[in-house]
């Protein structure tokens, strides 16, 4: 079994900058990736960055690029989304989830973001 917990979600003022965490714990996959998605009330779940457990780049959604990076703390098992100049069009909740070849993603709980204008 797998657990995600997302934390570091809150309001902030555009402009500003929140760091998201996800920790994973119980089963560990070898070829696994995390991934941040987001849902906008009234909005389909949308891609937001991913990265490779064992190493490789991260990959952007071209509307966070420059702005979001996604790292990881393999030794922690947590991956962290550095989110600076934040725009009101990035209010949303935010989840993490681990990508596992031939399985569904692991979920995790979700955490808001919201930023004010």
């Known amino acids: 079994q797998v657990q995600l917990v997302e934390s570091g979600g809150g309001l902030v003022q555009a402009g500003g900058s929140l760091r998201l965490s996800c920790a994973q714990s119980?089963?560990?996959?070898?070829?696994?990736?995390m991934k941040w998605f987001r849902q906008a009330p009234g909005k389909e779940r949308e891609f937001v960055a991913s990265?490779?457990?064992?190493?490789?780049?991260?990959v952007y959604a071209e509307s966070v690029k420059g702005r979001f990076t996604i790292s990881r703390d393999n030794a922690k098992n947590t991956v962290y989304l550095q989110m600076n100049n934040l725009k009101p069009e990035d209010t949303a909740v935010y989840y993490c989830?681990?990508?596992?070849?031939?399985?569904?993603?692991?979920w995790g709980q979700g955490t808001q973001v919201t930023v004010s204008s």
């Open positions: 989830a681990l990508g596992v070849p031939g399985s569904p993603y692991y």
């Open positions: 119980g089963r560990t996959f070898s070829s696994s990736a």
């Open positions: 990265i490779i457990w064992s190493g490789g780049s991260a």
